[in-house]
């Protein structure tokens, strides 16, 4: 190590600038060219024209790709391809009055006259569409004494009616279990003995008249029954059979619809004759003899 350097610092500060000029001179030109050639513009492959390998995913409205199918069941025609079957059956019918009382009105009305047919059908073990109201009448009217008030002077009675309702029940026999118009009666008829003599009759009619508001038969009671003798219609159908009827008239009907045409127009006809040609006349003649008959005297 030189020592003597080091005790001895050099006495001028370095300058910024080369003490010597380069030895070579500066180039403008690169030294090296790159070893890779420069790129084509083109695509060293071609692209493919198919089809992609997967379809778009269609957006909801979009059309689908393969057309709907068409339905394998036929479109129904509405003309029914056979006419339904009709089977005769008998019909047995009979009327039935039943004596009510403790009834709040003279007459029944709609709910009152359902629930007796409710319950009628229910003593019977039927349809109510087989049972039909045909009517009542009020037989005596009892008036009995509800409260009395002395002060304001007035006293309220509470009025009921004892009446006889009748009824009428059609039941076709295909749509019981009897195959004898003479068994079904004396089923149905027995059933609706007991059912009033027993009292279920009116337990159903009062329980029949809270459900449709009946305020009127909601405390009757139901005390006699009375049946009228069967009849048996074998020429209807049930279910009826409208098919041959025809809306065109009956010859009964034209030769009817003609002598009432003939004689409105002969009518019409006399009358316009009568205020046309005679009518006028008669006048006529009443001034004639009012003129003669009457005499005007003139005073000067």
């Given at each position: 190590m030189d020592f003597d350097l080091m005790n001895n610092p050099p006495s001028a500060a370095p300058s910024q600038e080369p003490t010597a000029p380069p030895s070579v001179s500066l180039s403008v030109e690169p030294t090296a060219f790159p070893t890779a050639l420069q790129t084509s513009a083109m695509p060293s492959t071609t692209p493919t024209q198919s089809a992609p390998s997967v379809r778009p995913t269609p957006r909801p409205g979009d059309p689908t790709w393969s057309p709907t199918p068409i339905p394998s069941v036929a479109k129904l025609t509405p003309v029914p391809s056979a006419q339904p079957s009709y089977m005769t059956s008998p019909i047995l019918s009979f009327n039935s009055s039943l004596t009510m009382s403790g009834v709040t009105s003279s007459y029944l009305d709609q709910p009152a006259q359902q629930s007796v047919i409710s319950a009628a059908a229910i003593s019977m073990g039927i349809t109510t569409n087989t049972i039909s109201y045909l009517g009542s009448i009020a037989t005596a009217e009892n008036r009995r004494l509800f409260t009395t008030d002395f002060l304001r002077g007035f006293t309220l009675f509470t009025t009921s009616y004892k009446m006889v309702s009748l009824l009428k029940v059609s039941v076709p026999l295909s749509a019981t279990t009897y195959t004898?118009?003479?068994?079904?009666?004396?089923?149905?008829?027995?059933?609706?003995?007991?059912?009033?003599?027993?009292?279920?009759?009116?337990?159903?009619?009062?329980?029949?008249?809270?459900?449709?508001?009946?305020?009127?038969?909601?405390?009757?009671?139901?005390?006699?029954?009375?049946?009228?003798?069967?009849?048996?219609?074998?020429?209807?159908?049930?279910?009826?059979?409208?098919?041959?009827?025809?809306?065109?008239?009956?010859?009964?009907?034209?030769?009817g619809i003609s002598i009432g045409l003939f004689v409105f127009f002969a009518l019409v006809a006399a009358g316009c004759y009568y205020f046309v040609y005679i009518r006028p006349g008669a006048q006529e003649s009443e001034v004639i003899a009012f003129a003669s008959n009457s005499s005007v005297e003139i005073t000067l």
């Open positions: 004898n118009s003479t068994l079904l009666y004396k089923s149905l008829t027995q059933s609706l003995n007991t059912a009033v003599v027993s009292g279920a009759f009116t337990t159903s009619l009062q329980e029949a008249a809270v459900l449709n508001n009946a305020t009127s038969v909601v405390a009757a009671q139901v005390t006699n029954v009375t049946n009228s003798a069967p009849s048996v219609n074998n020429d209807l159908q049930y279910p009826p059979d409208n098919s041959n009827k025809s809306d065109s008239l009956t010859e009964g009907e034209i030769v």
